[in-house]
């Protein structure tokens, strides 16, 4: 039997099982809306607004808040745990879900080994946002709901309802597990909704990897039984009509609706930095679909629960923001996307304003431990598969143990291009750490003054290098997966910024960064 697939003027099909694409529409917008580490979106509405939160594990200040008016354009405008006293014993902020009720913002989730679940609140999402109010509930990935009724909800990864009193936390009743889901390993991110008189009850599962997908059912109690959709998943590319595409790992989605009654859903994925290959480095990106949600009806993705890298829909009136610098000069203080390991070090990180340098004391610590507190690094996340990283450094360190220079950091391996000393003599040296084993370059001996580090991502490897007197000179590269998920683990992705330490006891000489750059490469 021979099958013929027709494919109208104008619209491409990569195989008979993908969606045609008309690419006689022009591209709207592209995915990742939010390009780089912001995983695990949870998003909501208040006014002319719409707010979306991210997870931060190890990275402080923790939980970036961003605000939109069209879902594509985003701007940063706080962090939900920006004050160390907030979180003392440390961070690891696993998913968030992010809800504007009555006037209030809160967010719920899990800081994973220093405390577990909790809320905290604000009347303004750029802050300041309160104290954590501890929820005694287990598992990890709360939603929050609020019913119609002024009953408020938690849900967790294990898929039990608790009904919890938002001022003081306090669990009022337990309620499952209300669904069993589809099966998928590691399900996890439940998020509630309530529409047309049914209660829709949304997953991620598979884990956060290729097999990832996102499962909805629904019921019309909130406390069950939920009835699963036949037409499972929702969204997913671990098929045919996703294989292949640049973007893989789609899941742990949130859902809105526009002041015009269209629905859209925020969700993370992953570019490979490998043609064809499975390794990924920027981490787990937002990205960004329209949704068909018909009364009484089952919500589709896209059409077919699929995305591309170029999407060709219509959207909300687009409000395109100003492009960043590509340098950053340390005359005041750093921007929203820079992070610290942990709270920020005492003493060993700050910024002389009238010198208008960046200033870093190693600490006794080094990078190598997403847990360590006081590690002298400041870092911002790579959001590009090609780019150049840059920075102008004066370091003269007194003894062999203290080096300063520029890193790439990803779940506490991480590659670096330091200064060191040996016998008076100054030297550039790149560094590879992956947990106990070291790789060092042969050290390049630096004329006296300062010199430019440089970094370039060519999406398949990194290359270290320095400038120097006007000479540049490239000092050694190693392949982008190994600083990949896949080869170290975690669910971060990769940072770049100054780095300094005292290997092992804490350092005398400061090392003075003049400038930051950061340029994406088309």
Known sequence: MCVTHTVTAGQTATTPFNAAIDTSLPVTYTNPVLPGFYSDPSITKAGEYYYLVSSTFEYFPGIPVFRSKDLVNWEQIGHVIDRPEQLPDGVNIFAVTLRYHDGTFYIITTNVGYGWNFIMKAEDPAGPWSDPIWIDVPHIDPDLFFDDDGRVYVINSAFTLYEIDINTGKVLNETGPIWATEGGRYAEGPHIYKKDGWYYLMAAEGGTEEAHSITIARSHNITGPYYSNPANPIVTHVNRAGQQNPIQGLGHGDMIQTDDGDHWMVFHGYRSVIEGGTHHTLGRETCLAPVSWPAFGWPQVNGNGTITPQMRVPTLPLKPLPPKPVRTVFDKPLGLEWNYVQSPPPNTVHIDTRSKKLVLTGSEFTLGSPHQKGVSFV???????????????????????????????????????????????????????????????????????????????????????????????????????????????????????????????????????????????E
């Open 379 to 521: 870092g911002r996340r790579l959001q590009h598969t090609h780019f150049t990283a840059r920075t102008e450094l004066q370091f003269s360190p007194a003894s062999n143990n203290e080096k300063a220079g520029l890193t790439l950091l990803n779940n506490g391996t991480h590659f670096d291009i330091m200064v060191g000393v040996d016998e008076g003599v100054r030297y550039a040296q790149v560094m590879f750490q992956f947990g106990d084993i070291s790789y060092a370059s042969e050290p390049v001996a630096l004329a006296p003054g300062a010199v430019v580090l440089t970094i370039e991502g060519t999406g398949s490897e990194f290359h270290f290098g320095m400038e120097q007197q006007g000479n540049t000179t490239v000092i050694d590269s190693v392949s982008a997966r190994y600083l990949s998920s896949e080869t170290i683990g975690g669910f971060t992705g990769v940072y770049v910024g100054p780095y300094a330490t005292g290997n092992g006891r804490p350092a005398k000489s400061e090392a003075h960064y003049s400038w930051f750059d950061y340029k994406p490469v």
